[in-house]
């Protein structure tokens, strides 16, 4: 698995992986992150990765993150 590229954003780190016959895109927040696997018949690279991963995406990867926050935290009360 190699990095072919990170995608900037203020508070998450995205990156971009490709493996195989597969694209592998993974945000970071903190001590928690999310993959998301995509094959070569579901995107047509990079570029088209990033018309993916746009705003509405990320805002819904974030969500997800405070979801999983919430959840940290209660399971260490």
Do not use: C, W
Not at 7 to 25: D, G, L, R
Not at 40 to 60: P, R
């Amino acid at each position: 698995m190699r990095i072919i590229a990170s995608i900037p954003h203020p508070s998450i780190s995205i990156s971009v992986f490709q493996m195989n016959e597969k694209y592998i895109v993974k945000f970071e927040a903190g001590p928690m992150e999310q993959a998301f696997k995509f094959t070569t018949e579901q995107v047509k690279g990079l570029e088209h990765i990033k018309e993916i991963v746009n705003d509405a995406f990320i805002e819904n990867v974030r969500k997800r993150f405070n979801e999983m926050y919430l959840q940290l935290q209660e399971s260490t009360k």
